[in-house]
Protein backbone atom coordinates (compact mmCIF):
# COMPACT_ATOMS: atom_id res chain seq x y z
CA UNK A 1 0.00 0.00 0.00
CA UNK A 2 1.39 3.52 -0.78
CA UNK A 3 2.29 5.67 1.83
CA UNK A 4 0.34 8.94 2.28
CA UNK A 5 1.69 12.05 3.70
CA UNK A 6 0.29 14.76 5.70
CA UNK A 7 1.71 18.59 6.87
CA UNK A 8 0.21 19.38 10.06
CA UNK A 9 1.87 22.82 11.30
CA UNK A 10 5.86 21.90 11.32
CA UNK A 11 5.26 18.25 11.10
CA UNK A 12 5.22 15.85 8.34
CA UNK A 13 3.18 12.96 9.39
CA UNK A 14 3.23 9.39 6.56
CA UNK A 15 0.44 7.26 6.85
CA UNK A 16 1.38 3.97 6.08
CA UNK A 17 -2.06 1.33 6.43
CA UNK A 18 -2.73 1.70 9.90
CA UNK A 19 0.43 2.95 11.04
CA UNK A 20 0.84 7.15 11.75
CA UNK A 21 4.72 7.98 11.57
CA UNK A 22 5.97 11.16 12.39
CA UNK A 23 9.53 12.53 12.89
CA UNK A 24 9.16 15.33 15.13
CA UNK A 25 11.28 18.33 15.65
CA UNK A 26 9.49 20.87 16.87
CA UNK A 27 6.85 21.66 19.77
CA UNK A 28 3.18 20.42 19.26
CA UNK A 29 0.53 22.66 20.03
CA UNK A 30 -2.93 21.93 21.41
CA UNK A 31 -4.21 22.85 18.14
CA UNK A 32 -1.77 21.24 15.58
CA UNK A 33 -2.48 18.05 18.43
CA UNK A 34 -6.38 18.41 17.59
CA UNK A 35 -5.70 18.31 13.75
CA UNK A 36 -2.85 14.97 14.19
CA UNK A 37 -6.27 12.97 16.26
CA UNK A 38 -8.23 13.92 12.93
CA UNK A 39 -6.27 12.47 11.22
CA UNK A 40 -5.57 9.90 13.50
CA UNK A 41 -9.56 9.44 12.88
CA UNK A 42 -10.22 9.22 9.53
CA UNK A 43 -7.39 6.56 8.98
CA UNK A 44 -9.30 4.45 12.19
CA UNK A 45 -12.72 4.88 9.92
CA UNK A 46 -10.79 3.66 6.50
CA UNK A 47 -8.49 1.05 8.25
CA UNK A 48 -9.12 0.24 11.91
CA UNK A 49 -6.65 0.50 14.68
CA UNK A 50 -4.25 2.40 14.73
CA UNK A 51 -0.55 2.61 15.68
CA UNK A 52 1.28 5.85 16.40
CA UNK A 53 4.97 5.94 15.44
CA UNK A 54 6.72 9.13 16.76
CA UNK A 55 10.35 9.56 15.74
CA UNK A 56 11.85 12.00 18.12
CA UNK A 57 14.07 14.95 16.67
CA UNK A 58 15.90 18.07 18.42
CA UNK A 59 13.48 20.63 19.26
CA UNK A 60 10.40 18.03 20.02
CA UNK A 61 8.35 19.48 23.07
CA UNK A 62 4.65 19.22 24.52
CA UNK A 63 2.87 22.00 25.24
CA UNK A 64 0.47 21.50 28.29
CA UNK A 65 -2.41 22.28 26.30
CA UNK A 66 -1.12 19.68 23.85
CA UNK A 67 -0.88 17.10 27.13
CA UNK A 68 -4.47 18.13 27.86
CA UNK A 69 -5.97 17.48 24.74
CA UNK A 70 -4.20 14.32 24.12
CA UNK A 71 -5.54 13.12 27.43
CA UNK A 72 -9.05 14.34 26.80
CA UNK A 73 -8.91 12.54 23.53
CA UNK A 74 -7.69 9.01 24.43
CA UNK A 75 -11.01 9.26 26.69
CA UNK A 76 -13.29 9.88 23.99
CA UNK A 77 -11.86 7.59 21.72
CA UNK A 78 -10.79 4.17 23.88
CA UNK A 79 -10.70 1.80 21.20
CA UNK A 80 -8.62 3.80 18.01
CA UNK A 81 -5.35 3.58 19.08
CA UNK A 82 -3.92 0.41 19.77
CA UNK A 83 -0.03 1.07 20.17
CA UNK A 84 2.04 4.85 20.77
CA UNK A 85 5.37 3.63 20.09
CA UNK A 86 8.38 6.68 20.47
CA UNK A 87 11.40 6.45 18.66
CA UNK A 88 14.71 7.77 20.22
CA UNK A 89 13.50 10.10 22.75
CA UNK A 90 15.80 11.48 25.74
CA UNK A 91 15.54 10.19 29.14
CA UNK A 92 13.57 13.85 29.66
CA UNK A 93 11.00 13.24 26.96
CA UNK A 94 10.78 9.63 28.08
CA UNK A 95 9.71 10.80 31.62
CA UNK A 96 7.33 13.35 29.95
CA UNK A 97 5.72 10.78 27.85
CA UNK A 98 5.23 8.56 30.57
CA UNK A 99 3.47 10.96 32.79
CA UNK A 100 1.54 12.10 29.73
CA UNK A 101 0.84 8.53 28.87
CA UNK A 102 -0.49 7.96 32.96
CA UNK A 103 -2.50 10.95 32.66
CA UNK A 104 -4.84 9.16 29.53
CA UNK A 105 -4.70 6.04 30.72
CA UNK A 106 -5.83 7.15 34.40
CA UNK A 107 -9.19 8.76 32.27
CA UNK A 108 -9.34 6.24 29.62
CA UNK A 109 -11.26 2.68 29.95
CA UNK A 110 -8.71 1.59 28.01
CA UNK A 111 -4.99 1.02 28.33
CA UNK A 112 -2.76 2.29 25.55
CA UNK A 113 0.51 0.96 25.89
CA UNK A 114 3.48 3.49 25.69
CA UNK A 115 6.05 1.53 24.16
CA UNK A 116 10.04 3.72 23.83
CA UNK A 117 12.58 2.15 21.79
CA UNK A 118 15.66 3.72 20.19
CA UNK A 119 15.65 3.03 16.09
CA UNK A 120 12.65 2.86 13.57
CA UNK A 121 13.16 -0.39 12.97
CA UNK A 122 12.60 -1.62 16.59
CA UNK A 123 9.36 0.11 16.36
CA UNK A 124 8.72 -1.47 13.15
CA UNK A 125 9.44 -4.93 14.60
CA UNK A 126 7.13 -4.18 17.78
CA UNK A 127 4.22 -3.29 15.71
CA UNK A 128 4.29 -6.60 13.59
CA UNK A 129 4.74 -8.58 17.08
CA UNK A 130 1.71 -6.74 18.54
CA UNK A 131 -0.08 -7.25 14.65
CA UNK A 132 0.30 -10.82 14.69
CA UNK A 133 -0.58 -11.22 18.17
CA UNK A 134 -4.10 -9.29 17.52
CA UNK A 135 -4.45 -12.01 14.50
CA UNK A 136 -3.94 -14.76 16.75
CA UNK A 137 -5.95 -13.33 19.13
CA UNK A 138 -8.88 -12.76 17.09
CA UNK A 139 -8.65 -16.17 15.13
CA UNK A 140 -8.39 -17.90 18.92
CA UNK A 141 -12.05 -15.90 19.66
Known sequence: MDAECAEIGKHRITVEDSILIGAISSPWTRAEMQEYFALVLDVYKRRGPVYLMTIIKPGYALSPEARKYIAEWGKQH????????????????????????????????????????????????????????????????
Request: charged fraction near 20%; hydrophobic fraction near 55%.
Open 78 to 141: PDVVVGNIVVGASLAIRAVLRLAQAAVNLLSPSRIELTLVDTEEQARAWIAHDQEARRAAAKSV
